[in-house]
């Protein structure tokens, strides 16, 4: 799921903060997200004033973020990256921000899709679960996923596909036991894996 962030209105400038709210957001519950981000970009809102924090005033500021002391020093570390590597400007390439600590290939995609509007297709664990469920790719892991959807779905449909499945992945198409009896795809779904469902 995309991060929540305080007055986000994604532009190519909103790259750097996408990152850090994407790396902020990993095992953290949404609004702990919003706030821990709005408190850290509150403080420093660029790469080159946040490089120059202390890393223990970091850890202070996103607290109570999941594994905050290390997301702290990843932290630290992407934005002096950025400032030595990347003129300050968070890139645009899927390639390079896999070169970044702490940055998997679902938030290198939310960046490149949410700050600069380029194809990508985040696949968290609901996108994986339900594409896999409804037999439209057969995979093992996410990292799969989105590379099997790269070769298989419209285009057209990268960029959404996310937002469509993550609220349908926790209300409708959960883990354990989906809901399928009032699913409107219910009928045409193989439900691969489903051991029980209500």
Known sequence: MAPMLPDQNPTAESGFKILIACVLSLRTRDQVTAEASKRLFSTSSDPFSMAKMQVKKIENTIFP?????VKARQIKAISQKICKDFH????DTIEALLSFPGVGRKTANLVVTLAYKMPGICVDTHVHRICNRWGYVFTNSPDG???ALRGKLPRGWWIPLNGMLVSFGQNICTPISPRCSVCILGQYCPKNGVLSKR
């Not at 973020?65 to 002391?69: D, Q």
């Not at 300050?88 to 890139?91: F, I, L, Q, T």
């Open 88 to 91: 300050g400007k968070a890139p």
């Open 65 to 69: 973020v999941a594994f905050y002391l």
């Open 145 to 147: 996923t989105e590379q």
